[in-house]
Each structure stands twice: as structure tokens, then as C-alpha cells.
């Protein structure tokens, strides 16, 4: 899990050392790069684990028993010199934070048996690789100074250490399931003088500050000091001796508090005004829009359809027949449309999707993803995804059905590939890509293997089921009004009126709404931010979904006044076109709000985010027609139709 780093910084200035700390106690500090800093270090602490809610669903039990990274009270007690796990994790430059790297492809000093923890799939997904280490942090055991080992770095190993060090890596521990950040070292400049050199400080020694509470490990914090570092600017051959200290102190909060600062550094106050403010004005906008929409049909909409109702007399409505054009299409509005079995696919996997998000806004509200807890959003989202196949299934299928399809099968076949086809090649093209650059990205055989079984024996069978279930109940499909025997000719539009023109003017008001989330999001995804506004993502996602059904029947009624019936797919892309928009953003947000650089950065991130934004597509798009739908329903059975 991703965590903003904490630092106490030292600047050269007129080349004296100056120290600078930025405040006695933790804060979260998050800068675009370490550069021109000589002094990093990060104050870490973390906050047990609540205890989750027993609840008797097959999809939260396979979650809980994916995770094997459980802060619970009964596993984390120990009595004077009990050996407490530590592990290291991973390394990464800063600015690239999936792109991470094995902890000993550098020459840190390592045991003579380096032992591989065992993963889970979430963890392996997350990119972790947790391996032993010679560090020995007994329980209550200070340590003044200790020796890691003494190293001799070769010309090579300084050379990439000083790399390393220009990109800014970090390095992760896990200390009694605590994640700890450190940098490897920094660069010393003067930025007042062009002839004095840049020296390469390599950090050899780790300062480690242990907070316990009885028989509970509570919190651990890593410093590294001033003077604590090595000069390898020169391309030689240097002798180190890495050590490490431990210094034990005794705290009053207790353990089930212990991973609380995680979630209070991540919610400063200034950020949650800038929420409670994008809230307040989505609100403000959707409140707007429902005025005016009410405000319409009552003045325009209420009065055709009482000049058009059974009630009215044949001979009146004969009159009216011309002052209106969405009614003189009515024998149209209802014929289904092209490529119905890829529209129902579609309908399907958004609705599929739609429940996935739905189910993790949940799981997050229940506080299951808790801070720092390895793998636990990966396994949901696995999970979770196989479970609802049988949604998608059965949704296309009973829909397709309705439409009066006849290859169900095919149908079905369709649905499993419509989004599932396009995240497996993405995928497989960025993990061959993340092995080429040897990275942890790139998943272990393990996984792939275990991903293979979830889809073979879990996902497929219920995609299945879902379509046998929705193929033995399907029903006919509900239209007020009968279907012409010859499509009524649709006439010529400005272009304003094209699909194109109506995407963007459909995307503008929805997007609005997440626009402010989607940078916390990103940076939490693709930085090093931790994202716990798990209380406000449901209100957003909610405020979305209304102002994109509300924005798809508008312009649905737009199109249908100008005798345009061909709303089925047009209503799909205009709800859908809030995914494209994320996109855009997402180019923005990598360009202007970044500094991810290279190509196996650039792939991951366009890569996975088209995934995403083409899920959102489809989710949206499902929405926006099954509000249009329900619009249309109610329109033409409100009047007198032949």
C-alpha cells in the first residue's frame, strides 16, 4: 500500500549544511521530489486493525481468507526478546510509484539464506515482494549500534546506488505488519554555486525509534541522520559499514489505535473542506438541473402529453398531431436497435460493473481497507469481479432475449469478452512489458496461475449460470406502443444534433461531479497518498449516477422532439461519455499534476487507466439508458397511441 513520506529536510545553503525539521511531530509532507535534499527520512506510524463485522456472504469470506495481513491482538503479543517479523518490501524511484523493484537488486547486505514470505494474490497484484533481511529487532532489545554488515562497493555497485539515488528510490520495511518508508540516500547541492560538485550520499545507517504498549508493538519510526551517510560521488571502490540502532519507548495508545495516524495525516483539514465544497456544489448543480427539468416538463411536457392522452377526443388529438414531433414517432421509438446481441452484451458488463463498484464503496464504509493493509483492495476487486459474472450474464441474456434474439449463446460468449478480451491483452502487454524491465509489477507465475482458476472455475461458471437463469425467465419486452412494419425515415440535422457533439455536451455536467475526486484518487492510485475518503466516495458516486440518468433522458427528449427514434445506442454513448472525459483528464493529470517518466511508466498508466475509463464507459452508459428507457416508457404510454 502506497503512503505519502514523511521527512525531515536539510538544505545546503551558501555551502553550509543548514537543517531544517518541519515539525516535532509527524506530519504528512508530500513534495513532487526529493532532489537537492541531503537529509531524508520519514515518520511512520500506524493504527490496529477494526475488527470487521461478521457478515454471512460467500463474497467477504473469500476476501477475509484472501488476506493474510491482519493486525489482530492475539497475533501480535511477544515478551522480552522475542524476534519480531521484519521484512523488507520493495524499492522505487519516487515519482513512479508502480514501478518497483525486488529490495536485493541493489547490494544491500543481505543474510546467508534469504527467505521469500508467502503472498497472497492481492499482495502479489500490489507488487509486493517481502523477503528476510540481517536486521534484528528483538522485542524491548535497544540497540545502540549494530553492525548490518561491512561491504566493499564495487565500481559497478556505487554506480547504481548513484542512479538510484538521482531518481530519488525509496525503500519499504515491514516491521511487525508496519510499513516503514526510508530513502537510499540523497543528493548535496548548492544551488548558489555552479562549481561547487553535486555529491552522492548513500545512507548507511537507520535509526529506529520503537513505541510498545505492554506486550504490543504500537508504532515505529526510521530517521536517518545528518552525518549518518557515505560519500560515493567519485566512480571507486568504497568500504561501508551499514549499521542500524533500536532505542524502545514506552506509549500510552493502545494497539487497536496503532494504524490511526496512516488515516489522520491522509485527511488534513483543508482537504476535506475541498470535498465538503465539491460536494456541496455537485449538489447545488444537480438541484439546478432537477429544477429546470421539472420546470420543462411542466410547462412543455405536461401539456403535450394532456393534449395527446386516451382521455382526450380522437378528433382533438388529430389536431395536435403536428405540434409536437416526438409523438409522430411512436411507431419507431420502440424498434430495437442495431447489433442488439453487442448492446445487450454492453448493458450487461456495465450493469456487472456497476455492482462491483457498489460493493466496494460498501466493503470501504464497513472500514474493510483499512491503511497499510497489504493486498486486501486487490482481493476484493478479484473477487468481487468474478462473483457478479453472474450478474452481467444473466442481464444480457434476459435482455437479449427480450429483444427477440435467438443466438443466446453467442450472446453470452460476447458479454465474457466485451470487457473482460480488452483488460486480458492490456494486461498481458504490460506484464511482458514490466518483465522486460524486471520489475515486481510483473506477476509471479504463482499468480497468473491462481488469476487462471479464479476465471476458469469461478467467473465462467457463474457467467453461465447467470445466462441459464436469465435465458429460462426471460419475458417479452414491455412497449406501450406497436412497432411499425417500415422504419419511419429519420430526417436531416444540424450538426450539433451528431452522436459526437451530444457525447461532449452529455459528459460536462456528470464529470463536474467527480472532478475534484478524481486527483485524490490518482494520487492515491498512481502516488503515494493514502485515499481513505471512503465516507464521501459513495455520496459522489451517487450525486454521478443521478446527474448522468437525469442528463441522458434530457437529451434523450431532445432527440426524439426532432423525430429522431435511433435512442437506444445514442442514449448509451451519452451516459458512456463521462468515461471519456476521464480520460482526457487523465492525460492532463499525468502531464500537469506528474512527474511519472518512462516508457514502462507511461504504458502502465495509459494502459490500465483506458481499462478503467472504458469500464466507467460502460457502467455510465448503462445507466444513462436505462434512465432514457424508463423516460420513454413512461412518455408514450402517457398518451394515445394507434
Not at 521484512?87 to 508502480?98: D, E, M, Q, T, W
Not at 452481467?392 to 460468449?413: A, C, D, H, I, P
Not at 461531479?513 to 465516507?535: M, P
Request: aromatic share 16%; proline share 4%.
Amino acid at each position: 500500500m502506497n503512503s505519502a513520506f514523511n521527512c525531515r529536510l536539510a538544505v545546503v545553503q551558501r555551502g553550509r549544511l543548514k537543517v531544517k525539521v518541519v515539525s516535532p511531530s509527524p506530519t504528512l509532507l508530500l513534495f513532487e521530489s526529493s532532489k537537492d535534499v541531503f537529509n531524508h527520512g520519514n515518520l511512520l506510524t500506524a493504527k490496529g486493525m477494526v475488527p470487521l463485522t461478521k457478515i454471512p456472504f460467500l463474497t467477504l469470506l473469500l476476501i477475509y481468507h484472501g488476506s493474510q495481513v491482519q493486525s489482530d491482538a492475539s497475533d501480535h503479543r511477544y515478551s522480552e526478546g522475542d524476534t519480531v517479523p521484519f521484512y523488507a518490501n520493495k524499492i522505487g524511484p519516487f515519482s513512479n510509484a508502480r514501478e518497483t523493484y525486488g529490495y536485493y537488486n541493489l547490494p544491500f547486505c543481505s543474510p546467508d539464506t534469504v527467505k521469500e514470505k508467502k503472498l497472497n494474490l492481492g499482495e502479489m497484484s500490489n507488487g509486493d515482494r517481502l523477503v528476510s533481511t540481517p536486521y534484528k529487532l528483538e522485542y524491548l532489545v535497544d540497540k545502540k549500534i549494530e553492525v548490518l554488515c561491512n561491504k566493499t562497493l564495487r565500481k559497478s555497485d556505487v554506480s547504481q546506488f548513484r542512479r538510484v539515488i538521482e531518481k530519488d528510490y525509496y525503500v519499504q520495511f515491514y516491521y511487525d505488519d508496519l510499513p516503514i518508508w526510508a530513502f537510499i540516500g540523497a543528493l548535496k547541492k548548492d544551488h548558489f554555486s555552479k562549481t561547487i560538485k553535486t555529491e552522492y550520499r548513500l545512507f548507511r545507517h537507520f535509526d529506529f525509534q520503537v513505541f510498545y504498549n505492554k506486550d504490543h508493538l504500537i508504532e515505529v519510526n526510521l530517521r536517518m541522520g545528518v552525518h549518518q551517510s557515505i560519500d560515493i560521488t567519485d566512480d571507486k571502490e568504497v568500504d561501508v559499514s551499514f549499521t542500524y540502532s533500536v532505542k524502545w519507548s514506552a506509549t500510552e495508545k493502545s494497539f487497536d489505535r496503532r494504524m490511526e495516524k496512516y488515516i489522520r495525516f491522509a485527511i488534513l483539514p483543508h482537504h476535506m473542506s475541498i470535498h465538503h465544497h465539491s460536494i456541496t456544489y455537485s449538489s447545488v448543480a444537480l438541484i439546478i438541473l432537477i429544477i429546470f427539468l421539472l420546470t420543462f416538463y411542466m410547462l412543455v411536457l405536461s401539456k403535450d402529453i394532456s393534449k395527446n392522452s386516451p382521455d382526450v377526443e380522437e378528433d382533438q388529438v388529430a389536431d395536435n398531431q403536428e405540434e409536437t414531433g416526438w409523438k409522430n414517432i411512436h411507431g419507431d421509438v420502440f424498434r430495437f436497435p442495431q447489433h442488439k446481441s453487442l448492446f445487450a452484451a454492453a448493458l450487461g458488463v456495465g450493469s456487472q460493473l456497476l455492482v462491483l463498484i457498489v460493493a466496494i464503496l460498501a466493503l470501504g464504509l464497513l472500514g474493510f481497507f483499512q491503511p497499510c493493509i497489504r493486498g486486501v483492495l486487490w482481493n476484493a476487486l478479484i473477487i468481487v469481479y468474478a462473483v457478479t459474472s453472474v450478474v452481467s450474464g444473466y442481464t444480457s441474456v434476459s435482455f437479449y432475449s427480450q429483444l427477440e434474439g435467438t443466438n443466446w449463446m453467442k450472446n453470452l460468449f460476447l458479454t465474457g469478452g466485451l470487457y473482460f478480451g480488452p483488460l486480458f491483452l492490456t494486461f498481458t502487454f504490460l506484464d511482458i512489458v514490466a518483465m522486460f524491465y524486471g520489475t515486481t509489477t510483473a506477476l509471479p507465475l504463482k499468480a497468473i496461475v491462481m488469476l487462471s482458476l479464479l476465471w476458469t472455475f469461478l467467473a465462467t461458471p457463474l457467467l453461465f449460470l447467470g445466462g441459464l437463469i436469465g435465458k429460462t425467465r426471460n419475458s417479452d419486452f414491455q412497449a406501450p406502443c406497436k412497432t411499425a412494419k417500415i422504419p419511419r425515415e429519420v430526417p436531416n440535422l444540424r450538426w450539433y444534433r451528431g452522436v459526437l457533439p451530444q457525447m461532449a455536451l452529455a459528459g460536462i455536467l456528470p464529470f463536474s461531479v467527480i472532478y475534484t475526486q478524481l486527483y485524490y484518487i490518482l494520487a492515491s492510485v498512481w502516488g503515494h497518498r493514502i485515499y481513505t475518503l471512503y465516507s464521501v466516495m459513495p455520496i459522489v458516486f451517487f450525486l454521478l449516477v443521478i446527474m448522468t440518468a437525469l442528463v441522458s433522458m434530457a437529451v434523450t427528449y431532445f432527440q426524439l422532439a426532432v423525430e429522431d427514434h435511433r435512442w437506444w445506442w445514442r442514449s448509451f454513448f451519452c451516459g458512456g461519455s463521462t468515461g471519456l472525459y476521464i480520460y482526457v483528464y487523465c492525460i492532463y493529470y499525468y502531464f500537469m499534476r506528474s512527474d511519472m517518466t518512462g516508457f514502462m511508466q507511461v504504458s502502465i498508466f495509459f494502459g490500465y487507466m483506458a481499462c478503467v475509463c472504458f469500464g466507467i464507459f460502460l457502467v455510465l452508459g448503462s445507466v444513462g439508458f436505462r434512465a432514457s428507457l424508463l423516460f420513454v416508457r413512461y412518455l408514450y404510454a402517457a398518451i394515445k397511441c394507434d
